[in-house]
Each structure stands twice: as C-alpha cells, then as structure tokens.
C-alpha cells in the first residue's frame, strides 16, 4: 500500500528554426495529450494515463501558461524572446471531458489565464480542483491543451525569425494523489460513503480500522458513526480554509 504525491509537468519549448515546422509546434486550436502527444516534452514510450485494477487517483491542481493577447518580444536580430500562447488545459476522463460548454459538448477547458503556470505572481495560487477529480480502476485520464496563438502562422508573416532553443512557448501542470493497494480500496469506500478522498481522511480511515480490530456486534454501526463524525470535520475544515483564504486575499487588496 502507497500514498503518493505527484506533479507532472509538460514543456514545449523552441526548436532553433523559424517556427515553420509543423512536426515541432501544434497548430492553433488543435488539441493534444501531454501523455502521448505529438508534440514538447512527453513521457517515454507515449504511455495512456491508464489506472490500474489496484489504483485511485485523485486529480486536485491543473495549470498551463498564462497569456490572453498574443504579445511577444523579438530582439534586435529578430529572435523571439516572448510568446504568451493564450492557452487551455482540459481534463478527460475515458471520452468525457471535465470542461464542457453549457450545451455539454467539447470545451477548451481553463485558462492559464485563470489558473497560471508558472505562477505570476507569489499571492496567486494554482487552480484548486474542489471537488477534486476521481479516477477509478480501469479508467483513462488524459490532460489536452489547446493553443490559440498560431506560431506556424506568425512565422510565415515574418513576425519573427527564429525561436531559441531555451525559449518556453508552453507549459501545464498537473498535480495529483495516487493510491494503491489496501489505501485505494479506502479510498473507493469513503467516496461511496459521500466523504472527499484526502490525505488525512484515508490514514484516519486506516487509523479507525485498526482501532476497531476485533469487534464483532458493533462494529459497523460505530463504524458509521465514527466516519460521520470524519465528514463533518471534514466539511468544518474545508470550510475554515476557505474562509482563511478568502480574508488573505481580502488584506492583499
């Protein structure tokens, strides 16, 4: 049994051309996997986000480039030094995407705008998934992004010559919680039981487990209540923490 915390971050950066390959840089309004696309810095072998029989995953933090106006900075030698790819981050879970457009079909997904990567600034934070996403067993999780400024296009419009090699165009970030073993057969109980699955709520679940070990009358009815008792505690401090975070943010202004 295993309780990770892991981000996982994609980067395309410049090839040292002009920008005119289309092999190097997606095209505007297209959108790719960060898994298995074709395109920046994936991982090896192109691997689907499959989870396994003995896996639960929860997805609680995405975040890409910021960048809204496609501004941009060239040097005296017709360099690009700064690219804002005005793009979009989407998570999709087997064939259903998480953003959808109010009529339930396919979105873009959030901004880097709404939920940057880097972060801009050190008060600003990364978009907080609440609820988090659940991925089950045998289910499929991909991470798309999306581009709307066309490096392809400005290129053959001579806005620039080339793009450095160390020049980031776009980036997402992906912060998530993966459980396995005993730990995900938890984490799937407390899900069916309407608690958020956290950190804290799976070793507390474990904790009563052990403390329980024995008992045989009473064992599920004080089980219940016990894991009652968690789920509102849970739900106080949720709520206390966003009621920190919201006077933070009110004495920042």
């Given at each position: 049994m295993a309780i990770r915390k892991q981000l996982y971050t994609w980067e395309l950066y410049g090839d040292g051309g002009d920008g005119s390959s289309l092999t190097?840089?997606?095209?505007?309004?297209?959108?790719?996997?960060?898994?298995?696309?074709?395109?920046?810095?994936?991982?090896?072998?192109?691997?689907?986000?499959?989870?396994?029989?003995?896996?639960?995953?929860?997805?609680?933090?995405?975040?890409?480039k910021p960048g809204i106006t496609p501004v941009l900075n060239v040097d005296g030698g017709g360099a690009l030094t700064k690219w804002n790819p005005n793009m979009f981050v989407n998570i999709v879970i087997d064939t259903t995407n998480y953003y959808q457009d109010p009529q339930n079909v396919w979105a873009s997904g959030v901004s880097g705008t709404a939920s940057p990567y880097p972060r801009a600034t050190k008060e600003m934070p990364y978009y907080d998934l609440w609820p988090p996403i659940y991925v089950l067993p045998h289910q499929?999780?991909?991470?798309?992004?999306?581009?709307?400024?066309?490096?392809?296009?400005?290129?053959?419009?001579?806005?620039?010559?080339?793009?450095?090699?160390?020049l980031l165009m776009a980036a997402v970030y992906v912060e998530y919680t993966s459980y396995d073993g005993t730990d995900a057969l938890m984490a799937r109980k407390l899900m069916q039981?309407?608690?958020?699955?956290?950190?804290?709520?799976?070793?507390?679940?474990?904790?009563?487990?052990?403390?329980?070990?024995?008992l045989e009358t009473d064992t599920f009815e004080h089980y219940l209540a016990a894991i009652a008792s968690e789920k509102k505690r849970e739900e106080k401090q949720r709520k206390n923490q966003g009621l920190a975070r919201h006077e933070t943010y009110g004495s920042a202004d």
């Open positions: 190097n840089y997606p095209r505007a309004g297209e959108s790719h996997s960060i898994f298995y696309g074709d395109f920046g810095i994936v991982q090896a072998g192109k691997q689907t986000g499959l989870v396994k029989e003995n896996e639960f995953v929860v997805i609680e933090k995405i975040g890409c499929t999780v991909d991470i798309r992004y999306t581009m709307f400024n066309d490096i392809f296009n400005s290129s053959l419009a001579g806005v620039f010559l080339t793009i450095p090699t160390q039981l309407g608690i958020p699955v956290t950190v804290g709520s799976v070793e507390n679940y474990r904790r009563l487990l052990l403390e329980q070990k024995g």
